[in-house]
């Protein structure tokens, strides 16, 4: 028999480079989607000027029918830049709280007004919680307080729809709702660190920020689990020696109590709730608690919010508002990292 000639065995041709593939069968990660730099679209598009709002130019644009468009002013740009901060994306519930070891430093007008500036200004639903054991004030301070407190929600038999919820709060005319601390206060003194895990169990299945007015001391009962479910602590300080000491302890027992985490991503609110100019350096003050959190801000001291009556937003002078949004904006920031806090990551 004849012998057959052996068969050299041949490598495969040669894949075809990623830019060559074709076909609608190909693979999607075998194309280079990225556009070229010449149809980038800050290159490519000569973007339409929004309408002036005010001013002589919204004057003129209104006279020549809008063919005529400056644009809008640069006040108004940072206007749009604060609101856009303000408004960032939230993924969950983000859960801030609100505290300081002195009384009369601005810390319930701080939550009303704060939780007031998100309410009005984003598409969440916010809520405010009472947990200062010592007959807290934060309901009257957004409207008449209806007759439910944070025991009747804890007592409901069904709390898993929104309406029912809703039945247990009071709401301002900013959209932030409230539920109120217990007005005895032998029930006040009971709200445990258990009674305050059940209501943030309940309420961030319906709420997306959660704001929590918290007592002037860090031992009482339900501090441990308001230490341990924020996102955020948000210490309000005086512009006076004692209301700073009192902040930077709060900040030091936070740091030898493993809350390090927290207390560097805190947020320090120096708030005027009363008038005159501080006689102590403020760029001192700011420059102290600056080096030791994620950002201070500066609340000047407004008339309205002095009274310590119900709070509308619409009766805060432009300055003070200004400030709190700008607080909102210093927030917000942290709407899509807080993740990563709860993780333990760094």
């Known amino acids: 028999t004849q012998q057959q000639p052996a068969v050299t065995p041949t490598s495969p041709p040669p894949e075809p480079p990623p830019s060559s593939i074709v076909g609608k069968h190909s693979s999607p990660g075998q194309y280079d989607l990225t556009p070229?730099?010449?149809?980038?679209?800050s290159v490519i598009v000569?973007?339409?000027?929004?309408?002036?709002?005010?001013?002589?130019?919204?004057?003129?644009?209104?006279?020549?029918?809008?063919?005529?468009n400056p644009g809008d002013s640069a006040r108004n740009a940072r206007a749009d830049e604060l609101l856009q901060r303000i408004q960032t994306p939230l993924r969950g519930d983000y859960r801030i709280a609100v505290m300081s070891l002195k009384g009369g430093v601005g810390k319930t007008t701080t939550t009303v007004t704060l939780g007031g500036v998100f309410a009005s200004l984003r598409g969440d639903r916010v809520i405010a919680i009472d947990a200062n054991p010592d007959l807290g004030t934060l309901a009257q301070r957004v409207a008449a307080p209806g007759p439910s407190t944070i025991r009747d929600l804890l007592a409901a038999t069904d709390t898993s729809r929104y309406p029912q919820v809703r039945s247990y709060t009071t709401q301002a005319k900013s959209r932030l709702e409230v539920i109120g601390s217990e007005r005895d206060p032998a029930f006040s003194e009971s709200f445990s660190e258990m009674d305050y895990r059940r209501a943030i169990d309940i309420l961030q299945h319906h709420y997306n920020v959660i704001l929590t007015d918290c007592g002037t001391g860090l031992m009482h009962s339900a501090m441990a689990g308001v230490l341990d479910?924020?996102?955020?602590?948000?210490?309000?300080?005086?512009?006076?020696?004692?209301?700073?000491?009192?902040?930077?302890?709060?900040?030091?027992?936070?740091?030898?109590?493993?809350?390090?985490?927290?207390?560097?991503?805190?947020?320090?609110?120096?708030s005027g709730a009363h008038p005159g100019q501080a006689t102590i350096d403020m760029d001192q003050l700011i420059s102290h608690f600056r080096s030791r959190t994620r950002a201070v801000q500066v609340i000047p001291f407004d008339r309205h919010l002095s009274e310590g009556a119900v709070v509308d937003l619409d009766l805060i002078s432009k300055n003070t508002m200004r400030a709190y949004k700008e607080l909102a904006a210093i927030?917000?920031?942290?709407?899509?990292?807080?993740?990563?806090?709860?993780s333990g990551e760094q």
């Open 36 to 41: 070229p730099n010449a149809l980038n679209q």
């Open 229 to 270: 479910l924020a996102n955020t602590l948000i210490l309000v300080s005086s512009p006076a020696l004692d209301g700073a000491q009192s902040a930077s302890a709060t900040l030091d027992w936070l740091n030898l109590h493993g809350y390090e985490q927290l207390a560097a991503n805190s947020v320090v609110v120096i």
């Open 331 to 342: 927030v917000a920031e942290d709407f899509d990292r807080w993740h990563r806090h709860s």
């Open 46 to 68: 000569n973007p339409v000027k929004r309408a002036p709002k005010s001013g002589w130019r919204k004057f003129v644009h209104g006279m020549t029918g809008g063919y005529i």
